[in-house]
């Protein structure tokens, strides 16, 4: 089974700063998926960043990125130029590749708030 | 495509009274979960569909707990004889499964708030 760790109940930044969100996972496998999602007060989980762990490149999106370290099992979300609008939970996520889906399909860590202050 | 689509937004209910939400997926979509989040936690999973197929269950998934997907389109997750500590927002998602599985994603709803007084 597969575990996510995110170590920062929750975290605050002003406005532009860059923000560091970390993450760190257990597994046995060696093909799997990384995830960022976030949940706004909404709490529609939308997707914010995705990595495929046999690929060396690190994920961007904008202003999100990714630090995946393979061997040390560590997947943080770099968020530059933070905006209000990025003030939300941000969970962290492992999928199995070739998944079989159901309990495979997603295992989240338990979240950070981020809170964005003007 | 409108995404994923959960009714009702918010349900609440006493003790005891049955529930049932509704969840459209994106259309085309094989692959339909249901998520269970408590306040303070990541989303648990609850039970998985491949088309109408129900193909894994989790322990979380007690007896009360139902979940049908007919003809591979909606589906539905019932709770009987719904107790408090079945109060938690339940998330559906939806993923296509490509051929190679290499853009497998799940894209969420809004999710159903239940309250059980």
């Known amino acids: 089974a597969q575990t996510v760790t995110q170590s920062q109940p929750e975290m605050s930044v002003q406005e532009a700063e860059t923000v560091t969100l970390s993450c760190t996972y257990d597994t046995s496998e060696n093909n799997y998926y990384l995830f960022w999602y976030k949940q706004p007060p909404s709490r529609q989980m939308i997707l914010v960043i995705r990595?495929?762990?046999?690929?060396?490149q690190n994920a961007t999106e904008n202003r999100f990125s990714v630090n995946f370290q393979k061997a040390a099992k560590s997947f943080s979300l770099k968020i530059s130029d933070s905006q209000l609008g990025d003030t939300a939970m941000y969970f962290c996520?492992?999928?199995?590749?070739?998944?079989?889906?159901?309990?495979?399909?997603?295992?989240f860590g338990k979240g950070t708030h981020l809170i964005i202050q003007p | 495509d409108t995404g994923v689509s959960q009714n009702p937004r918010h349900k609440i209910t006493k003790r005891g009274q049955n529930v049932t939400f509704r969840c459209d997926p994106i259309s085309e979509h094989n692959r339909l979960y249901w998520y269970r989040q408590t306040l303070g936690q990541g989303p648990e999973f609850l039970t998985y569909?491949?088309?109408?197929?129900?193909?894994?269950k989790s322990r979380l998934l007690s007896d009360r707990f139902s979940a049908e997907r007919p003809k591979g389109s909606f589906s539905t997750l019932e709770i009987q004889r719904t107790e408090q500590g079945d109060s938690a927002m339940y998330l559906c998602a939806s993923s296509s499964m490509g051929v190679f599985s290499t853009n497998e994603k799940l894209f969420f709803g809004s999710g159903t708030q239940l309250s059980v007084l």
């Open positions: 569909f491949q088309n109408e197929a129900q193909l894994e």
């Open positions: 990595q495929e762990a046999y690929k060396q």
């Open positions: 996520a492992f999928m199995k590749r070739n998944s079989g889906g159901g309990a495979d399909g997603l295992t």
